[in-house]
């Protein structure tokens, strides 16, 4: 008797919220994030965090995303068989990161403003059980947990000459210095957030993921059945006094685990 093939399925849980700074000052999240799951299980995730130093970040944040996702889930090329072209991977991140400029630099322009004024940066990810590939401009952080157990950091942040400084898509040379990187393992989780986390997510001084971040998360989404409630739990989560005595800053926090159906 042949035993039925258990087929692997992504499970999601995300949240977006606002940092206890911009709660005092009543000023908006700044951060987005944005999910779909393509035909053959292809997982694509945006997250951004809109500048604080500009007018309309979180607009800017909420394109990028937005932009992105749909710009990849309207692409016929990606199936799982194309997935295992390097160049190709590359060239769907290179053309969702162009794709999301483009509509953030055209809204400047309808609202009168200069791109700047809609400054974010802008992470993307596509994942298949086989292989994460992702693309990143300013800071926040990608890992990736394969099926032996190892955290990877897919990106690090992208700071310059000093810790708040960073490359916006809106830049000049965004483009010319996104990070892409391709790595082809069993995975079993993906994480993406925004630089709020960094502090807590990353050991700074080696550039390693916190295991103790991240390995009870992956743990939680990977047996979250209820999607509201999970929800709703990870937001409690990232506003608990735990996170909160740590960063005042907006917060986004995508998690993905494969589960077994």
């Not at 799951?37 to 995730?45: E, G, Q, R, T």
């Amino acid at each position: 008797m042949n035993t039925p093939k258990q087929i692997s399925q992504w499970r999601i849980v995300a949240a977006s919220v606002c940092g206890t700074s911009h709660v005092k000052n009543k000023q908006l999240c700044q951060d987005a994030h944005h999910w779909q799951i393509l035909p053959d299980n292809v997982l694509v995730v945006a997250t951004a965090d809109g500048a604080g130093s500009a007018t309309l970040g979180k607009v800017g944040a909420m394109i990028a995303v937005e932009t992105a996702i749909d710009h990849l889930s309207n692409n016929q090329e990606i199936t799982h068989d194309t997935l295992t072209d390097d160049d190709l991977l590359r060239g769907l991140l290179t053309g969702a990161i162009l794709a999301a400029k483009k509509a953030v630099e055209e809204e400047a322009n309808l609202c009168n403003h200069q791109p700047h004024d809609l400054a974010t940066t802008l992470i993307i990810a596509i994942a298949t059980p086989e292989v994460v590939a992702v693309g990143q401009i300013g800071d926040g952080l990608a890992v990736a947990k394969d099926n032996s157990g190892n955290l990877l950091a897919l990106t690090i942040p992208n700071n310059g000459e000093y810790i708040n400084e960073t490359t916006f898509l809106t830049s000049p040379d965004a483009v010319d210095t996104a990070q892409i990187r391709i790595l082809r393992q069993k995975i079993v989780n993906i994480g993406v957030l925004t630089d709020g986390l960094q502090m807590l997510a990353l050991n700074m001084v080696v550039g390693e993921p916190h295991k103790p971040f991240f390995f009870p998360l992956f743990e939680f989404v990977a047996n979250a059945e209820d999607k509201i409630m999970a929800k709703e739990q990870l937001v409690r989560f990232l506003c608990s006094e735990r996170i909160t005595q740590r960063t005042d800053d907006d917060l986004t926090l995508v998690l993905a685990a494969l589960s077994h159906s």
